[in-house]
């Protein structure tokens, strides 16, 4: 198995809506707001190569949406997939699987793309096969009005339509799963938002985490750093406190889609509780 880091662009979100009730004189020591009040976003996805199995964890936002829907995003810098892949000698065609740790735009949209004459959508991936789950999936395509402008349904249902969904094989009720599809493991969460998927991958003597929005950025780790994004934020209070109790303890490495300034962190016990240990860049630690 080998890892890569794959950046698909960078973005801005509102830094209040990312800390939800935590003061913004608390939270910018970490995540520094421009004028607009928002802060700096990465969408950093991680392919898999595993055999013949390449595996892209996660898409990004794609380019197919409207020139006012980025607006609302600020897109900032010069990553894309394609030249992260190109990177490491591959492109989109040699993608055999895409999985999803859930469906909001910002981490599915890069999976569909305009067909050529724009009259319709296609897989962006076209040898792929795309991977979310029975329950997160109905609650994508029947969404709450708190999340549907989160989930898209030009970023969903061609999914379906062109026949290569598939879902992740899990036992009702079950938090933690060995994904007989992936050589990983997988925790769902639902805070955030229904049954999120977040891979836990052994690699080189190491359990890399890839975090998704459990624990979106480093400024994010005292607990009740909740976004206000989050469905059921009470819930993920109790995700996250176990969760990073047991990252702390078992030395995770935390690989952080969201943080545009630090890859990959460990934590540490504190008497103020669990606490940012050493930040890594992805080479650093594995090259």
């Not at 609650?139 to 879902?167: C, D, Q, V, Y």
């Not at 994010?220 to 976004?227: A, E, F, K, Q, S």
């Not at 962190?265 to 504190?270: C, D, G, M, R, S």
């Amino acid at each position: 198995m080998k890892l890569y880091p794959i950046e698909s662009g960078n973005f801005k979100l509102d830094g209040g809506a990312m800390f939800g009730v935590v003061p913004k004189s608390l939270w910018t020591r970490t995540n520094p707001a421009d004028s607009n009040n928002m802060i700096d976003m990465a969408a950093r996805c991680l392919l898999i190569e595993d055999g013949d199995k390449l595996t892209l964890v996660d898409t990004g936002m794609g380019d197919k949406q409207s020139e006012k829907f980025f607006g609302y995003y600020y897109p900032w810098g010069e990553h894309s997939i394609d030249n992260s892949l190109k990177q490491y000698g591959f492109d989109r065609d040699d993608i055999t699987d895409v999985f999803f740790t859930h469906l909001h735009f910002d981490h599915v949209g890069g999976a569909i793309q305009w067909n050529k004459d724009r009259t319709g959508y296609e897989p962006a991936f076209k040898n792929a096969k795309f991977w979310s789950n029975k329950e997160h999936w109905k609650w994508a395509t029947e969404p709450n009005a708190r999340e549907k402008a989160s989930f898209l349904p030009e970023n969903i249902l061609p999914m379906e339509e062109s026949g290569k969904l598939h879902f992740l094989d899990r036992k009702e009720n079950e938090i933690y799963t060995n994904a007989k599809e992936f050589d990983f493991g997988v925790l769902f969460v639902d805070g955030h938002t229904d049954k999120q998927m977040i891979p836990h991958i052994k690699y080189k003597d190491k359990t890399l985490v890839f975090m998704a929005d459990l624990l979106p950025t480093a400024g994010h780790i005292p607990l009740p750093y909740v976004m206000g994004f989050d469905t059921r934020p009470l819930l993920t209070l109790t995700e996250k406190e176990k969760f990073l109790k047991k990252a702390a303890d078992e030395g995770f490495y935390l690989f952080l889609e969201h943080d545009a300034h630090n890859e990959i962190i460990t934590l540490k016990n504190t008497e103020k509780g669990v606490r940012l240990d050493k930040t890594f860049t992805f080479n650093e630690l594995f090259n």
